[in-house]
């Protein structure tokens, strides 16, 4: 495991560090909007108060903190792979350049003794697992990697209450930041399932997580983060195309890994773009709290 300079001297004075995931880079966004959206996710988490660490791996090896340079040839990639925690070691050994999802970007994160992360929204319980068992592997990491995803929730592709009801069921903490406990529906800010509790105070979410490391507890957190109101796309304008997306890759056969990338390119032609627009905006949203939140949580003032 490479870790950039800059992250190993941020780490070693106790300045707050920001993971990144980087299939986001590869297979959620298209070029140049991945690499514009990389580039500003990494400028939010700095102009926040803290240092980002994008993580991906390139060349046999598992890099924390990336150079615009490995941006670049990441957002620019035709064949990176998606990288999953199972995919890991594979990836490494057949060097290729790969993306890490939720699951692998909190395992490795918190290898390096990153407990903050950012990004868009997790994996979690597809539609229709009852039949295909299709359930996210960043699940199954949370609820054994001690490290607090900052999200906007699962998008609507997937089954929400299913999916809270998973990460309850695996003890991860899951926490609304605002006003109100109703778990975010990424592109729209409510659902119709509850969060464990919410707070509009950072604090809280660092006294929960000290907490639940004194009590030896492995358990991941969820802070769930509405998209702010006024990039909140119409709700049914996106539930129609996330509908017609999904019976599409039920009747195209596409199944597994691919499941979500397609899904979302999907939305994203059929929304002719908003819902990418959208999503930028939810991104940047979570690397500015989580900016603020690791800045807290290894803050060293008494
Ligand atoms: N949700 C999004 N955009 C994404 C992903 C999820 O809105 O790019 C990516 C994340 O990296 C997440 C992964 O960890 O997809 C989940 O994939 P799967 O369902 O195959 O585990």
């Known amino acids: 495991m490479i870790i950039s300079s800059q992250v190993k001297e941020a780490l070693a004075n106790g300045e707050g560090v920001v993971a990144l995931e980087s299939t986001v880079i590869t297979h959620g966004l298209p ?10 996710l990494e400028q ?35 064949n990176a792979v998606k990288v999953s925690t199972r995919d890991i070691a594979k990836t490494l050994i057949k ?10 970007t909190m395992k490795i994160a918190h290898a390096a003794g990153i407990s903050v992360f950012a990004t868009g929204g997790i994996g979690g319980v ?6 295909t068992f299709d359930i996210s592997a960043d699940l199954q990491e949370l609820s054994k990697t001690p490290v607090c995803v900052v999200c906007s929730g699962v998008k609507s592709i997937l089954d ?25 529906s990424f592109f729209t800010r409510k659902s119709n399932s509850r969060a464990q509790f919410n707070t509009e105070r950072l604090e809280d979410i660092v006294q929960l997580m000290k907490t639940s490391k004194s009590l030896g507890l492995p358990y991941g957190t969820i802070l769930a983060c509405p998209i702010p ?13 996330i ?7 039920i009747e195209q056969n596409i199944a597994s890994q691919n499941v979500t990338p397609f899904i979302l390119a999907r939305v994203n032609e059929l929304t002719e773009g908003a ?3 959208t999503n930028i905006a939810l991104l940047e949203n979570n690397a500015s709290i989580a900016g603020r939140l690791a800045a807290k949580m290894n803050d060293r003032r008494p």
């Open 44 to 78: 939010k988490v700095r102009s926040s108060g803290s240092h980002p660490a994008t993580i991906a791996l390139f060349d046999g090896k598992i890099h924390v903190g990336l150079d615009d340079e490995k941006l670049e040839i990441l957002a620019s990639s035709k």
């Open 243 to 249: 509908n017609q997306a999904v019976q599409e890759a």
């Open 229 to 241: 109101e006024k990039y909140a796309a119409d709700g049914d304008v996106i539930q129609r195309a």
């Open 275 to 277: 819902s990418m627009a």
């Open 31 to 40: 070029y140049p909007h991945n690499l514009s959206t990389a580039r500003s």
């Open 95 to 104: 060097k290729e350049v790969g993306g890490t999802t939720v699951a692998s």
């Open 126 to 131: 597809h539609r229709g697992a009852d039949q």
């Open 160 to 184: 929400i209450p299913k999916t809270v009801e998973y990460l309850e069921t695996h003890s991860v903490n899951c926490v609304v930041y605002g006003q109100e406990n109703v778990f975010p």
